[in-house]
C-alpha cells in the first residue's frame, strides 16, 4: 500500500512539473507570435506611410503655378479641390495598423494651416530600430513609433518647385559637354596642313616642261652644218672641166 502511494505521489508530481513546462512552452509561443505580429504589423505602417509620401509628393507635383503645394487635410489627396473634375492622390485614408484607427497624426507648418507629412499615434516602442529601406530617412534608434514622420521628402527625394529642388537641376553635367567638345577640336587642325602639299605639286610638274621646251630651240651645231655643205657643193664642179 505505502509503494502504491509513493508511486502514486511521483506521477502527481511529474504532471505538475509536465503541466508547467507546457504553460512555459505555450507562454513563449505567445509570445513570439505577439512579436512576429507586431514585426508585421510595423512593417505594414512603413508601406502605408510610403504611400501617404507619395500622395503628398503627387499633390506638390499637381499644384498649377502660383498655388499651395501641401493640402489643407488628407481629404484633399481624396478628391484634389484645386481641379474641377476628380482627381485623385490617395485611395483612401488607411487606418494606422499599430492602433487599429484611421487616426493619423499631422505635420504642418508654422501657422499649422498645410500638412506636410502624417505620422501615427502610436506610443510604443519600435520592434524595428534599424536597417531601414532607402526611402525612409532618419528612422534609425527612434524612441517611439510616432517619432517616425511621413513626409513629402521623407523617401529622400525632393518636391518639385520646393526650396531646394532648383539646385538639383542646376548641378548637370553641362560643363562637362564643352569641355568635350574643345579637346576633339584640335585633332581635325593638324590633318589640314597636308593638303597644301598635294595642292603644290601640280605647279611642280607644269614648270619642268617649260623649261625643258626652252633649250631645244638653241641648236648651234646646226649653222656650221649647213656651211660645210655649202662648200662642199662649190668644190665639186672643179673635177668635171673639160
Known amino acids: ?36 505580429q507586431r514585426a508585421a504589423a510595423e512593417q505594414e505602417l512603413l508601406e ?20 499651395q503645394q501641401q493640402p489643407p487635410n488628407l481629404d ?43 505620422y501615427s499615434l502610436s506610443d510604443a516602442r519600435p520592434l524595428k530600430v534599424g536597417n531601414f529601406d532607402a526611402r525612409f530617412v532618419n528612422f534609425d534608434n527612434k524612441e517611439r513609433i510616432s517619432d517616425w514622420k511621413f513626409t513629402a521628402a521623407g523617401q529622400g527625394l525632393l518636391i518639385a518647385g520646393a526650396p531646394g529642388s532648383p539646385d538639383s537641376p542646376a548641378v548637370p553635367v553641362e ?17 589640314a596642313p597636308p593638303a597644301p602639299a598635294a595642292a603644290d605639286a601640280p605647279p611642280i610638274v607644269e ?8 633649250p631645244v630651240p638653241s641648236e648651234p651645231v646646226a649653222p656650221e652644218e649647213k656651211e660645210v655643205d655649202a662648200e662642199d657643193d662649190t668644190t665639186t664642179p672643179v673635177p668635171v672641166a673639160k
Open 48 to 67: 502605408i506611410g510610403a504611400a501617404f509620401s507619395d500622395a503628398l509628393r503627387s499633390y506638390a507635383a499637381a499644384t498649377p503655378k502660383g498655388q
Open 175 to 191: 560643363p562637362a559637354l564643352p569641355a568635350q567638345t574643345q579637346t576633339p577640336a584640335p585633332e581635325p587642325e593638324p590633318s
Open 76 to 118: 484633399a489627396l481624396l478628391k484634389d479641390p484645386r481641379f474641377p473634375g476628380v482627381r485623385r492622390h490617395l485611395r483612401r485614408v488607411f487606418v494606422d495598423p499599430i492602433t487599429g484607427k484611421a487616426a493619423w497624426g499631422l505635420v504642418t507648418n508654422g501657422d499649422k494651416t498645410w500638412i506636410t507629412g502624417v
Open 207 to 214: 614648270l619642268a616642261p617649260d623649261e625643258a621646251a626652252e
Open 1 to 36: 500500500m505505502a509503494a502504491r502511494g509513493r508511486s502514486g505521489g511521483f506521477t502527481y508530481i511529474g504532471l505538475v512539473v509536465l503541466l508547467a513546462i507546457l504553460g512555459l512552452v505555450a507562454a513563449a509561443g505567445m509570445k513570439t507570435g505577439a512579436l512576429m
